[in-house]
């Protein structure tokens, strides 16, 4: 089982920066992938952006040009790099862990674009 703690939110002017977080802890084994989702208010969750156990990424249309995914295997860190940031990229993120069939969510970090 893994455990996660995100960091890096805040409050940000639009065309602003942010950098997330995700510090992972507890069994590795099995991880298939780290990603990030995130929710805003009356809205379903979605997915940002995702790496897998080999390193290829997959980010969500609305952010492929602004954000980047990355991670720090010796840390076992996953980082969000939001640039050129939008009011409307404006939720609570989520750190995501798949591990076997399963998933583990951190406990939300927020974001909020200021326009």
């Known amino acids: 089982q893994v455990q996660l703690v995100e960091s890096g939110g805040g409050l940000v002017q639009a065309g602003g920066s942010l950098r997330l977080s995700c510090a992972a802890s507890?069994?590795?084994?099995?991880?298939?992938?780290m990603g990030w989702y995130r929710q805003a208010p009356g809205k379903q969750r979605e997915l940002v952006a995702i790496i897998t156990s080999s390193g290829s990424t997959n980010l969500a249309d609305s952010v492929k040009a602004r954000f980047t995914i990355s991670r720090d295997n010796a840390k076992n860190t996953v980082y969000l790099q939001m640039n050129s940031l939008k009011p409307e990229d404006t939720a609570v993120y989520y750190c995501?862990?798949?591990?076997?069939?399963?998933?583990?969510w951190g406990q939300g970090t927020q974001v909020t674009v200021s326009s």
């Open positions: 995501n862990v798949q591990q076997w069939s399963y998933n583990f």
């Open positions: 507890g069994s590795f084994f099995g991880i298939k992938a």
